[in-house]
């Protein structure tokens, strides 16, 4: 059974942090998500910002059933469809097009699209969505801002992502509306490339010591 918006948030609160993942090879997924699953953290959110990210999803919902998997950066109806079709479990978008909401809807599909202003989270709410992301974060004022708009729009669960690192992930998630913020410090793509599990495991073990 496909999750419904209410149980990810309830995953996304359990986890606290969100690894942002891209891949140039996708095989790459299955020796990372291994890394990611010991140290406690069985969640990704693949971007599409490489080729490889439907394959990476297809590979890690076959091998890995357990995982929660997003679909990040999408941008097109083409890559909803192919996220949907390859086994994620929930969108990702970095802006707020009604058209892709839409679309997700229609699919039943869940979709945490990007806000980072009044117009934007008028335009979310509008049409039933309440999960945003916060992006990019910490260049549309961090947390200062999602405290202020938190004023008028504080029935917002939200996941900030961009900027967020060992230095203030802590003050992002004090905010009871913050339900997990995405990283991808810890999950690097050099380290990828590179296969080095080993320091991913160290960066990823010294997220999860901090924030639980």
Known sequence: MPYTTNQIIEKLRQFKVVPVIALDNAEDILPLADTLAENGLPVAEITFRSEAAAEAIRLLRTNKPDFLIAAGTVLTAEQVVLAQNSGADFIVTPGFNPKIVKLC??????????????????????????????????ASGGIKMI???????????????????????????????VVACGGSWFVEKKLIQEKNWDEIGRLVKEVIDLTR
């Open 147 to 177: 405290k202020a708009l938190l004023g008028p729009y504080g029935q917002l669960q939200i996941m900030p992502t961009g900027g967020i690192g060992l230095h203030n992930i802590r003050d992002y998630l004090d905010i009871p509306n």
């Open 105 to 138: 809807q229609d699919l039943n599909f869940p979709i945490t699209p990007g806000v980072n202003n009044p117009m934007s989270i008028e335009a979310a709410l509008e049409m039933g969505i309440s999960a945003v992301k916060f992006f990019p974060a910490e």
